[in-house]
């Protein structure tokens, strides 16, 4: 039996995760880890830190961070959903959301970009504002 998609508390979005075909989920799916390994891979290129490290592969990204830990972000087709490891928040699944074109976590109505940008501001000494869409 599937699980149905989640709602927001607030009720004001929906989730229509099931009206995504696979092809579609890839699509989105691949723009959005797309345009974050471009985003992040100028971080690097401009970061002083020459431990960090990116790796991109077959849909799962790794960015080690040294002593701030090691971020993991992937597809999960199964679920038409983004999965991100973060050593500073733990687990977490997006799902698109497609009233507002976002990759959103159900439970608090996070949205995937913007906990990456506070976390990883953390870890470069500055205020990121990357996105999910290619500049």
């Known amino acids: ?11 004001e979005l929906v989730y229509l995760l099931f009206q995504l075909s696979a092809e579609q989920y890839h699509k989105l ?3 959005a880890m797309d345009a974050l390994v ?18 991109y592969s077959s849909g799962v990204l790794t960015l080690k961070l040294g002593v ?12 038409k959903q983004i999965w991100l490891s973060s050593p500073t928040s733990g687990p977490k699944r997006y799902d698109y959301c497609l009233p507002d074109g ?12 913007d906990l ?12 990121l504002d990357m996105s999910l869409t290619s500049d």
Do not use: C
């Not at 039996?1 to 989640?6: F, K, L, Y």
């Not at 701030?68 to 679920?79: A, E, F, M």
């Not at 976002?102 to 970009?113: H, K, P, Q």
């Open 29 to 31: 799916a691949d723009e």
């Open 68 to 79: 701030h830990g090691t971020y993991v972000v992937n597809k999960q087709p199964p679920n």
């Open 102 to 113: 976002s990759w959103r976590y159900s439970r608090d109505n996070t949205l995937l970009i």
């Open 38 to 55: 471009e985003h992040l891979e100028q971080l690097l290129d401009e970061s002083e830190h020459q431990e960090y490290e990116l790796d």
């Open 1 to 11: 039996m599937a699980t149905p998609p989640p709602q927001l508390a607030n009720n």
């Open 116 to 127: 990456l940008n506070k976390e990883l501001s953390s870890a470069f000494h500055k205020t």
